[in-house]
């Protein structure tokens, strides 16, 4: 089962601003640990969103809205990737990933599990994909 471990956003990650060598040290500790355990698929931080963009879907041709969105609460300053064998494992997990906002700041990590091709039932489409996984024809 693979999970994706969201940091949440804060101003100063949003202000560009690096964390401090200390937390810095804990974050490097935490993802040596779950690679040594196996179960690190990737982990990064994002970068500002005034260096990203969005494409905003509707009637007519998609847009882009370029960075920052301000008007944004949710959004995500990096994300950990991981691969276990139950929710638990997982939940063990991320009860041990360090305070992204530093000792005793009030922070919100989210965890989420992937979708795997077999959610999406029996379509043709799945077919298709994963024939050319196999790298054949379906």
């Known amino acids: 089962m693979r999970f994706m471990i969201l940091v949440k956003a804060s101003a100063q990650s949003e202000a560009g601003e690096m964390p401090d060598d200390a937390l810095i040290a804990r974050m490097?500790?935490?993802?040596?640990?779950?690679?040594?355990?196996?179960?690190?698929?990737d982990a990064s931080g994002l970068k500002p969103t005034r260096d990203g963009w969005r494409i905003r879907y509707g009637s007519g041709t998609p847009r882009v809205i370029d960075g920052p969105f301000t008007e944004s609460k949710e959004l995500v300053a990096g994300y950990t990737l991981i691969e276990v064998r139950s929710r638990e494992e997982a939940l063990e997990w991320t009860r041990r990933f360090p305070n992204p906002g530093g000792d005793g700041a009030e922070v919100d990590i989210e965890v989420r599990p992937?979708?795997?091709?077999?959610?999406?039932?029996?379509?043709?489409?799945?077919?298709?994909?994963?024939?050319?996984?196999?790298?054949g024809a379906a």
């Open 114 to 135: 992937l979708f795997v091709p077999e959610d999406f039932g029996d379509s043709p489409a799945l077919q298709r994909w994963h024939a050319e996984q196999r790298g």
């Open 28 to 41: 490097i500790d935490y993802h040596d640990e779950l690679a040594r355990a196996g179960v690190l698929l």
